[in-house]
């Protein structure tokens, strides 16, 4: 919907634009027409004057919008305020003066070039007033006007029907010229003439044909029709407000390019995404256990141990998730396996094994559908024919009223500039190729050894640390037992430099290279996310073992409670233990969320704190160091940091792994990870407007990025197999969380078709899951998506197709274009020489009079071919702009970084 | 890996023999070896990035230190005097362009000197001959690279002053502008700080205007430089000054004086850093506008 709504805006610019040029002259007449008083119009001026943001946007977005046959009463009426307010003024000059100053009052933000316009127009309009008109009725028009004018305003004109006849015909043919004016094989000088003109006289006298009482409901229909494009408008503004960060996000695009805006339209992508995700999980899962089932305390698997509850208020432990925190509703072990909670009768177990799995379906279908619009949106082949005339004459936004959205709109028209050049430069660059292979081939060999050695060492250091784990912690320092984090976690952060370093050696476009570096990155990471995997598992099967001894020891426990108490008496009251009492399980999965959540906060803290080092401290040192340092930091050695694209969104995909992997054990991490996005996107936005430099290559990004979203495809995948492995294989743990007591978590299926469902729904439920009838189903779609795919793989090839077509037919008819004015150039000069030679010839050669005068034929055949064929008129593909004069334009050699001392 | 934490082993057996000897707690060094050595190996693609990232810098600090220290120390003569000798032994004299190459080759090829390069030479060459100055001041002459440089481009009848601080330098750089063949008329060599000479400039030398100015001694010299030219007055409308090495080792005053003040029409010549392909350095070219 974003790039939807972006689309239509960018179209409504080009409108704009376009029609502002074509309609400069209509526009006063409604500025004019808005104001029927004196004081009201005075009013009016003067916030023209003040603002012209917003104001002045609405009244020329509305001109725009309003077709041309929607102005003719107006312009009747406008004709007659006009005259109104020269009498009160009683100017004594010229008709059209009160107008000229309007005139240029309204176009003062269009720049210099429009007031040349301007200042043209007056003149001509002069000598129009003096010129004898060619068409009957123009004149007889003009004179009743004249007439009109020594009578007064309050009558009002009467015409006869001839006259209105002919008046529609005028009307109709001006109409004509303008809708076919861009074809005319005029100079533009007088196409704008003409164009002014014509559309002045529309105006004015299309006014004139409508008549009484369906004038006045014109007259309403069309306010009316006002107000209601005012509306809309409004509400488009209203909702690209409700977009949120938009502005924040337009402004870092602005300086930085759209490669950073691209990681920030991402970040709040998957904002989205996580709010429903929390969303799902707090209203389905956290929120009815806290309210209906039952109350902390009640329950061992509700109760903090005996042996813990000294320090289970510690922050210490709390920060650890540990205490309190452990067992609540934050974590899986704290659900009960009652079946129905609380008067709603509410599944509790089923809701949290559907919402466990519905995020991650849920998850699986935004991404796919997100890639499949976006592959839509790409479309294959350039459009992007005349980009740099489009950008020349197109870019600025005239209708910007506020200094500072000016400087943000001058900083992106800037960068969409070097981002164009860029382009450009890259796709006519030509090396040496066997040169630049060898290089990505020495690259990529150096990469893949420095990951070989990451990885070794991971693997050495994991497999030492379960040595020593075997041997006990205890015994071994503090860098022993950090070890396996400490070595994850430098890798993380080093390794990427280095491949940034040696991607250099590539020479690729930035846009590529960015997408090297993050596969590179992301088969880092991928390592250390299955070490951390493979660490937990080992983890889960040592809480296993501890737990079936626990469940030995719980029935002599049990026995021995029994036995100490009860003694002869058999109709003694139950024994009551206090829940925290009880022994119980190790519980793997409270286990498993608890180093999720701890993992998620510890790489928050480090991103947040290497950002505020990294980059703020960085920068206020660079800044202010720079006063007494010997040489340039801004210039030189540490300077600004550059915002690290692949390292972001990588870190970002790879929390995401996370989440998806641990929110099934921990409820509670859609919760965090929304508020860790929350706080980035400021704390983020902040960091790069305030400590970052651009780049030193801008390059283009397109806002929706494809390679993000096959990562993210690719993550969910990767950590969406170990939870189901979990879930499927590993048994629950017997005395804690909503699946307690049964052999697997998905038992609890089962358990609804029978005990909630009718007999026949689980009838047909175990039908249809009957492999025969699964496998052929599973075939039928795997043919229906073949087939969809090549069909639109087909299509896709059409368009592109069509697509060369249109791009060569334009330039044909271009370069046919060029060859006849060329042909009529040169027949031109002929003619020119010849008239001149001819005289001469006729003096000289008095003898052969018969060639003279065959000579003479073709000299005026060549005039008449000449002027016929002087500027033909270009034929327009559809949607391919006409040869703007800016196509020849080459781009400079190199891109020059703006020195960062410039900033200050 | 498993080689690396065995030389750290060794060395630290080699280093504390005696402790090892006693086995418990030669085992607990040993193992406290291995963590570092797991940790540190991590911290390997960080050595490696600075490595390459900075490589130019680290080539620039060998060849301007420690090849230059190591030639003190053996031939017992100042880097500025084996320049010259060279120079003297490979350059036709008379001949500024051979001098010039010779010093280009020496300083490319055996030691380095921060003259100011062949590359923004030909910037400055190509600024004279659109000048075409009369009366050029040269601030930090050192071996007279640079004094020839301009002092060839010079059209008939221009003077150009040139102030270098050091006397031993200075005497070296006459040395070499005579040898190029320049005279008394052309070159005037003024051995004295710059802060010294830029106020005693008109009264001493008579000097009206300064057409040019090229600095290229002391960095933090060019601002109070720049402040003691506008406040002596030589500087006309269309007075250029052209200051060499300006991001790198950089002048961030000069440059935030420059344009905060509005004196001048200025930019940056970006090129490489002389004698050295992957440092950025840039010229800042001034071109003196006057109160407006």
Known sequence: ?904 | MTTTTHDNHSAFLLSLPNIYSQSPISCCVFSRTMVSGAIALAFLPLVLTFIIRYRYYFVLFYRAVLVRMWYDCTTGLSREERAFQYVLTHAIPGDPESILETFDLWCSKVEFISNIGPKKGKIMDRMLSEHCPLTVLELGSHCGYSTVRIARALPLGARLYSVEMDAINAAIAEKIIRLAGFDDDTVELIVSPSDEVIPRLRADYGLERLDFVFMDHWKKCYRPDLQALEGSGLLGKGSVVLADNVLFPGAPNFLRHVRKSGLYEWKIHRATLEYSKGIRDGMAELVYQGIK
Request: hydrophobic fraction near 35%; proline fraction near 4%; charged fraction near 25%.
């Open chain 1, 1 to 904: 919907a974003k790039e939807k709504e972006r689309k239509k805006e960018r179209d409504r610019k080009r409108r704009r634009n376009v029609a502002r040029r074509a309609s400069s002259a209509r526009k006063q007449g409604n500025e004019l027409e808005d104001r029927p008083g004196r004081e009201e119009r005075r009013g009016r001026k003067k916030r023209d004057k003040e603002g012209k943001g917003k104001g002045g946007e609405d009244e020329r977005q509305e001109e725009v919008k309003n077709d041309t046959v929607a102005k003719t009463q107006k312009n009747f009426s406008n004709e007659n305020t006009r005259k109104l307010e020269q009498k009160e003024v009683e100017v004594v000059g010229e008709e059209d003066g009160d107008t000229e100053e309007k005139r240029k009052n309204g176009r003062s933000e269009k720049g210099g070039k429009k007031e040349d316009n301007g200042r043209g127009e007056t003149v001509e309009k002069k000598q129009k007033k003096k010129r004898v008109e060619t068409s009957e009725e123009h004149e007889s028009s003009e004179e009743e006007e004249d007439e009109e004018e020594k009578v007064g305003e309050e009558k009002p004109e009467v015409l006869s029907p001839e006259e209105l006849e002919k008046l529609k015909e005028e009307v109709d043919e001006r109409k004509k010229l303008i809708s076919t004016l861009r074809g005319k094989p005029w100079p533009m000088r007088k196409k704008l003439l003409t164009l002014r003109e014509s559309h002045e006289f529309v105006e004015k006298y299309e006014g004139a044909l409508g008549k009484g009482k369906s004038r006045k409901l014109y007259a309403y229909k069309v306010m009316m029709l006002k107000k209601w494009m005012k509306f809309q408008r409004d509400f488009e503004n209203f909702k690209t407000a409700c977009v949120p960060w938009e502005m924040k996000i337009k402004e870092i695009e602005s300086h930085f390019g759209s490669s950073v805006a691209s990681y920030f339209i991402f970040l709040r992508w998957m904002y989205g995404i996580n709010m429903i995700l929390f969303g799902l999980t707090f209203g389905l899962v956290m929120v009815p256990e806290a309210l209906m089932g039952r109350p902390y305390g009640s329950m061992p698997r509700k109760t903090v141990p005996r042996a813990d509850e000294a320090n289970a208020m510690d922050f210490a432990v709390l920060w650890d998730f540990g205490g309190y925190a452990q067992y609540s509703v934050l974590f899986y072990g704290y659900y009960n396996s009652q079946r129905a909670i609380g008067w709603l009768k509410f599944r509790m177990p089923l809701s949290y094994f559907l919402v466990g799995v519905g995020t991650v379906a849920y998850s699986y279908m935004v991404v796919i559908r997100t890639m499949a619009r976006n592959a839509n949106e790409d479309g294959g082949g350039d459009n992007n024919s005349f980009n740099f005339s489009w950008k020349m004459f197109t870019s600025w936004d005239y209708l910007i009223g506020n200094p500072e959205t000016a400087d943000n709109k001058f900083a992106s028209i800037t960068t969409s500039f070097k981002e164009a050049i860029l382009e450009e430069q890259e796709s006519r660059k030509d090396d040496n190729i066997h040169l630049t292979r060898f290089l990505r081939v020495l690259a990529n060999f150096l990469v893949l050894c420095c990951l070989a050695g990451s990885g070794y060492l991971i693997y050495f250091v994991v497999r030492r640390s379960q040595k020593f784990a075997l041997e006990g912690l205890e015994s071994h320092s503090w860098w022993e037992r950090n070890e396996v984090n400490m070595v994850m976690s430098l890798l993380g952060m080093f390794c990427p430099m280095l491949f940034d370093v040696i991607s250099a050696l590539e020479n690729y476009h930035p846009r590529i290279a960015l997408q090297w570096q993050l596969g590179r990155i992301f088969a880092l990471f991928l390592g250390n996310l299955y070490t951390f995997i493979i660490a937990l598992m080992d983890e889960i099967n040592l809480k296993r073992e501890e737990e079936e001894v626990l469940k030995l020891n719980m029935t002599i426990w049990e026995a021995s409670l029994y036995n100490g108490t009860l003694g002869a008496n058999s109709t003694a009251p139950p024994i009551t233990v206090h829940p925290a009492d009880i022994p119980r399980g190790p519980c793997w999965e409270t286990m498993v969320g608890q180093e999720f959540v701890r993992l998620i906060v510890s790489d928050t803290m480090t991103t947040y704190i290497t950002l505020l080092i990294g980059d703020f401290l960085r920068a206020v040192l660079v800044r202010f160091l720079n006063y007494c340092w010997c040489w340039d930091l801004e210039a030189g050695f540490p300077s600004y940091s550059e915002f690290d694209v692949s390292g972001n969104v990588l870190g970002l995909i790879f929390n995401q792994g996370m989440i998806w992997m641990g929110a099934f054990y921990a409820p509670c991490l859609p919760a965090l990870n929304v508020l860790r996005l929350h706080v980035s996107m400021y704390l983020q936005c902040w960091a790069v407007m305030c400590c970052n430099v651009p780049q030193e290559r801008v390059f283009k990004a397109s806002g929706s990025n494809n390679f993000y979203m096959a990562m993210l495809l690719v993550i969910l995948f990767l950590s969406t197999l170990p939870a189901i492995y979990t879930i499927v294989t590993i048994p629950p743990s017997f005395d804690c969380g909503p699946f307690s007591g049964k052999s697997r978590m998905f038992d609890v299926i089962q358990e609804t078709l029978e005990s909630d469902f009718p007999a026949w729904f689980g009838k047909v439920f175990s039908y249809a899951s009957n492999p025969g009838l699964v496998l052929p189903f599973l075939l039928l779609m795997v043919l229906a998506i073949y087939y969809l795919q090549s069909t639109s793989k087909s299509y896709k090839q059409a368009n592109l197709e069509l697509k060369k077509k249109l791009q060569t037919q334009n330039e044909e008819n271009k370069k046919k274009t060029k060859m006849a004015a060329l042909k009529a150039a040169m027949d031109l000069e002929e003619a020119q020489k010849a008239r001149s030679e001819a005289p001469r010839q006729q003096r000289k050669n008095n003898a052969s009079q018969q060639s003279y005068t065959g000579e003479k034929n073709t000299v005026t055949g060549h005039l008449v071919s000449s002027f016929v064929f002087v500027y033909p008129p270009a034929p327009r593909g559809h949607r391919i702009p006409g040869p703007l004069p800016g196509n020849q334009w080459q781009p400079a050699p190199s891109v020059q970084r703006v020195p960062n001392s410039q900033r200050h």
